[in-house]
C-alpha cells in the first residue's frame, strides 16, 4: 500500500476498559512512559529511575513518539479488514487493532523487566516529533499508564541538541553548519564566552518554536488526558536535589521507598555519565570544551542576539516553567 492509503494513528479505535483489564490477566504489570523534549535529561533520568530495584525503563522504543509508531503495525487497510471482517471471530465483532497494539507493547516492555528481575517497566522516548499527539496515541492504548515528563531550559536543550549534532550527526548539516562546527573545533573560545554564536539565526528560531510547541502540547495534553496519572518535573532541581526528585518519581510509579540502598545506590549512578564519554571518545576537538549536562551553560554561549531571538520566541514559555 502506498502511504496514502494507510489507516492514520487517530482513526484507529482506542482500546475499551474492558480490553485493558484483559490485556492486565495476561501482562500485569504496571507500565510507565517518560516523555521530553531531546536533550532534556530524559537519559539521566532514565539511569536513575531504574536504580530502584522495583523499576525497569529502557530507551527509546518510540511506540508513540516518532514515525513509523506501535500503530503501523496494524495501518494497512488490509490488515484493519481483517482485523475487523466479521468472520473473524477472534475480533468479538470489534477492530481488534487497540488488542493487537497493546499485546505487542506490553510483551516487549515485560519481557525486558522479567530478565531485570523487575516489576514495573516502562520506556523513555523522547517525544520532540509529535509532541502533544504523543500523549494522545498513549493514552489511547494506554489508559492505565503513568507519564512522567521532564522540562529543561530550552537555551541550555538548544545548546545540548546543536553539539550533539555536530558530534554525532556531522553528516547531516549543512554547509553553513558544517563551517561554524569546524570553526568551533579550531578556536572555541569566543563562542564559549558569547561573542560568536553557535547557531545560524534561522536554526535557533527552529529550535526556540520547536521547544515551546513540545512543552506546551505535551503539558497540556498530560493534564487533560492523564490527569491522575501525570508528573512532571525540571532537569534543572534534579540536577541540584536527585535524591528528592527521584524518590518523587518512585512514589509516582508506585516503587517501594523503604527499600534499603537506595540513596547510595542513586549516589553510584550520580558519578556516571557514559553519555559524555562517549562524545569525547567520538569527537574530542569539540566535546571537551564544552561541560557536559551543565545548567545554565546558555548564559555564557548565547550572544546578546542569540538571546534576544529565544525571549522573542519563548519567553513566556520560559516564565511559565520558572526560568528567567
Known amino acids: 500500500p502506498t502511504r496514502k492509503n494507510l489507516r492514520q494513528p487517530l482513526d484507529i479505535p482506542t482500546i475499551t476498559p474492558e480490553e485493558v483489564a484483559e490485556a492486565r490477566l495476561f501482562f500485569p504489570m504496571d507500565k510507565f512512559f517518560i516523555y521530553g523534549h531531546a536533550r532534556s535529561g530524559t537519559t539521566l533520568l ?32 488490509e490488515v484493519a479488514e481483517w482485523l475487523s471482517r466479521r468472520s473473524n471471530r477472534w475480533n468479538r465483532g470489534r477492530d481488534l487493532s487497540p488488542v493487537v497494539l497493546r499485546a505487542a507493547a506490553d510483551f516487549i516492555l515485560e519481557r525486558d ?21 504523543a500523549v494522545n496515541l498513549m493514552v489511547r492504548v494506554y489508559p492505565d499508564a503513568r507519564l512522567v515528563f521532564i522540562v529543561r531550559d530550552g537555551r541550555d536543550a538548544a545548546i545540548s541538541h546543536r553539539f550533539q549534532a555536530f558530534i554525532d550527526n556531522p553528516q547531516s548539516l549543512s554547509r553553513e553548519d558544517l563551517r561554524i562546527r569546524q570553526e568551533f573545533a579550531n578556536n572555541p573560545e569566543p563562542f564559549l564566552n558569547g561573542q560568536r554564536s553557535i547557531f545560524t ?39 541540584q536535589q536527585p535524591q528528592h526528585e527521584i524518590t518523587q518519581v518512585w512514589a509516582f510509579l508506585g516503587a517501594n521507598l523503604a527499600l534499603p ?3 547510595e545506590a542513586l549516589a553510584q549512578e550520580l558519578q556516571q555519565n557514559p553519555d559524555a564519554d562517549w562524545q569525547v571518545q567520538k569527537a574530542g576537538d569539540i566535546a571537551s ?30 516564565s511559565t516553567w520558572g526560568y528567567k
Open 261 to 263: 540502598g537506595l540513596e
Open 201 to 239: 539565526e534561522k536554526g535557533l528560531r527552529q529550535a526556540a518554536a520547536g521547544w515551546v510547541k513540545n512543552v506546551t502540547e505535551t503539558h497540556q495534553a498530560a493534564l487533560e488526558l492523564l490527569p491522575q496519572a501525570y508528573h512532571h518535573l525540571r532537569y534543572e532541581d534534579l540536577l
Open 289 to 318: 570544551a564544552l561541560q557536559k549536562g551543565k545548567s545554565g551553560s546558555w548564559e555564557n554561549l548565547f550572544t546578546p542576539r542569540d538571546k534576544e531571538i529565544f525571549g522573542e520566541i519563548a519567553g513566556m514559555t520560559l
Open 113 to 133: 523487566a522479567r530478565k531485570a528481575g523487575k516489576f514495573i517497566t516502562g520506556d523513555k522516548s523522547p517525544n520532540s516529533l509529535l509532541d502533544g499527539l
Open 46 to 77: 532514565t539511569r536513575l529511575v531504574r536504580v530502584h530495584p522495583q523499576v525497569h525503563c529502557n530507551y527509546q522504543a518510540h511506540f508513540f513518539s516518532r514515525p513509523p509508531l506501535l500503530q503501523s503495525l496494524v495501518a494497512d487497510p
